[in-house]
């Protein structure tokens, strides 16, 4: 059985949440979706699963982080192209995140990142089937 990846974030409002999310094209599993959490599907076997921060501190005897001052993860994901990447970071932007990074140009990897509302981190990618060239400094 191949693994599938939950990632777990706390979130101040559930439904601008899941706005946002739908508006850049993701969508939710209705079947963990309640007034306290819902599952946001990023493809077959990777899930982000969107909790209110009080529903979130049950998992949990450690304080949550502000994430508006700390860092406490980076979600990345790949798209298909630079185009798909930039286009994506705008829909971001649109529908209420924030910049993080500016667009980085490796040659073979294009990445561009963006704040969700609870100011988490996301970056998203593009990366040349073909890998980076031998000499390539990662």
């Not at 493809?43 to 501190?57: I, R, S, T, W």
Request: aromatic share 14%; charged share 20%.
């Amino acid at each position: 059985m191949a693994r599938q990846l939950f990632v777990n974030l706390p979130v101040k409002d559930l439904d601008r949440t899941v706005e946002f999310f739908t508006a850049l094209g993701f969508s939710f599993n209705p079947d963990f979706t309640d007034e306290n959490a819902t599952c946001m599907i990023v493809n077959d076997g990777a899930f982000v699963m969107l909790l209110v921060e009080a529903y979130f501190k049950t998992f949990t005897s450690k304080a949550v982080a502000d994430a508006s001052g700390a860092a406490e993860v980076i979600m990345s994901f790949s798209l298909d192209s630079r185009e798909a990447v930039d286009e994506l970071v705008r829909k971001a932007l649109t529908a209420g995140g924030a910049p993080s990074q500016e667009a980085q140009d490796y040659g073979f990897m294009y990445t561009h990142s963006f704040q969700d509302p609870d100011d988490h981190l996301w970056e998203v990618f593009w990366m040349d089937p073909a890998g980076p060239p031998k000499d390539a400094a990662l």
